[in-house]
């Protein structure tokens, strides 16, 4: 099969499109003839040689998601056959034509919905539901903050909040951004100056926000403890601004306020099964309904994966950006 | 009636011995005649002016917590009569002959345990309780780590933890404290040197501990995101040692793990309410069967205060230090 290997570590020039094995499913996986591969900003950390797959996981082959249908079904799997349209997220070796995954991890795709659209759904969507709702368990009439609002798991989170009648207010260093994601229903855009903090607090009446979604991390730390309401829950899923910050324990308190990390990736797979079944009770009707749809920045052929490596690091994109196979 | 009235912020000698006019109970309150009062840290933080009483409680009269009688029942209060022995946390007012208490943060006191000393209970078996077992949710078998183990917080967690099957390491600065705490029940001393870290991680397989009880703060939470096991617990209820520290988000991000702030003072009567029923249900019958003691250090006449304050100042108290009435 195809395949977009990694060389080493490196520029986008490190990936090539290769023929390689097709592997096989073992016991409880199967294999999916991949349609779309998503992009992630991981994919451009393990290029770099910073963020290594985890163990079981193809090393020399990025990609934490796709969409396709099955291919090939192994020992002791129920409830997938051959040809079912499947996505889901990976631990590594979405950048090819066919991919193993443990069935139980697998969704369906939406009804309607062509696959080569579906594969920029799995990651943004289920890292903002697990984070924001499974995690925190922000609820209707709650206010949420959405940092850096135009990335894939920030219009993912824009939303799944308004569908579940949740204020949001976003963040971005663009007013371009903002105004697009008002277009997916972000209520508040506010500009990522120094000001953020004193906007997000007149916006909430000084009352502060109950759930910060931080896909930023470093110095927003600061303001992010000023503008936590009371029993305000912060939690962490990407740190590209730095990973250390001072943290007020006192103001922690003071707000009784938590802040907690996150990944999906490295999640032993019954978690992650978890997630699959809490994702397609609560959410699939809503791309459905048409109430959510995937946001989508550039498709590019997979043989182009370099250009699109380079289009993810302009930080220029607006939505996902998809390796077509 | 008596009162221990605070003459201003200062040192122990701002407190004096003084007749003030008896207050009465409101709608839902009850006036209690108070036995015993607790000291706490953050009396000696009010003293010198640094955390004031919040709003509807005395400024001037220090004192969080009492055990004594039911002395005059205000309107609309059920379930209380005068006469019945109490405890409870309180905003403040607790130095004093009678203090005005919510009716629905009192609990019984222990069957057949002297007044005179019930009010070595309420605020850190309260405290301990809350944090470890109804917010981070501790169950049996999980391992504890509780900082700062010999005060009067740490040595009630100790026996909570026990009673519930977990297990605990404690860290304090001194061998002797540690030793005490031994026959409280804590498996495992560490001295808070540089070395802890490595300590716990040794004690526990390199797994690290499930839930961390910070009653210090400060440079310890270095030391606390090496320990934190996967999806481990840190909850800070004082930082004595420190308000500020510099927090690793990819630490945090790594282990999945969570830092809470919280604060029993301030929160509104409700959420007390509820916490003095769940003690009241889950952790008095440990009392009441000789599993759960008061730990005192020394009891003093209420005329002595501030001998009682220089005592807890110095740092060298093993438990509670209580003002009798």
Redesign the interface.
């Known amino acids: 099969m195809n395949a977009i290997v990694m060389r080493g570590p490196g520029g986008p020039e490190v990936l090539e499109l290769r023929e390689v094995a097709r592997p096989a499913p073992g016991p409880g996986e199967v294999r999916v003839r991949v349609a779309s591969s998503g992009l992630n900003r991981a994919d451009l950390s393990q290029r770099l040689g910073r963020y290594p797959a985890p163990p079981g996981s193809p090393q020399d082959i990025l990609g934490l998601e796709l969409a396709g249908t099955v291919d090939a079904v192994g020992a002791g799997v129920r409830g997938l056959r051959e040809g079912d349209p499947v996505m889901g997220i990976l631990g590594g070796g979405g950048y090819a034509e066919y991919a193993v995954s443990p069935a139980e991890t697998l969704v369906r795709t939406p009804t309607g919905m062509p696959l080569s659209v579906a594969g920029a759904i799995p990651e943004v969507f289920m890292t903002a539901y697990d984070a924001a709702f499974l995690q925190e368990g922000l609820t209707a009439g709650e206010i949420l903050l959405v940092h850096a609002v135009g990335s894939g798991v920030g219009t993912a989170a824009v939303q799944l909040a308004r569908r579940a009648g949740v204020h949001v207010i976003g963040t971005s260093r663009t007013a371009d951004k903002l105004a697009r994601a008002g277009e997916l229903g972000l209520e508040h855009g506010v500009l990522a100056d120094e000001r953020w903090p004193e906007r997000v607090l007149e916006l909430t009446g000084g009352r502060g926000v109950d759930v910060i979604l931080d896909l930023v991390?470093?110095a927003y730390?600061a303001g992010n403890q000023r503008v936590v309401a009371e029993r305000g829950r912060h939690i962490?899923?990407g740190?590209p601004a730095?990973?250390?910050?001072?943290?007020?324990?006192?103001?922690?308190?003071?707000?009784?306020?938590?802040?907690?990390?996150?990944?999906l990736r490295?999640?032993p797979v019954a978690e992650k099964a978890v997630v699959a079944r809490a994702f397609e009770r609560d959410v699939l009707a809503g791309f459905d309904a048409g109430e959510l749809v995937p946001v989508i920045d550039r498709v590019y052929p997979a043989s182009a994966v370099a250009e699109a490596h380079r289009r993810m690091e302009s930080n220029e994109s607006f939505g996902k950006i998809l390796l077509e196979w």
Not at 242 to 263: D, F, H, K, N
């Open positions: 991390g470093g730390l962490v899923v740190v730095g990973a250390e910050a001072p943290l007020s324990l006192r103001a922690l308190m003071g707000r009784r306020a938590s802040i907690r990390g996150t990944v490295a999640r």
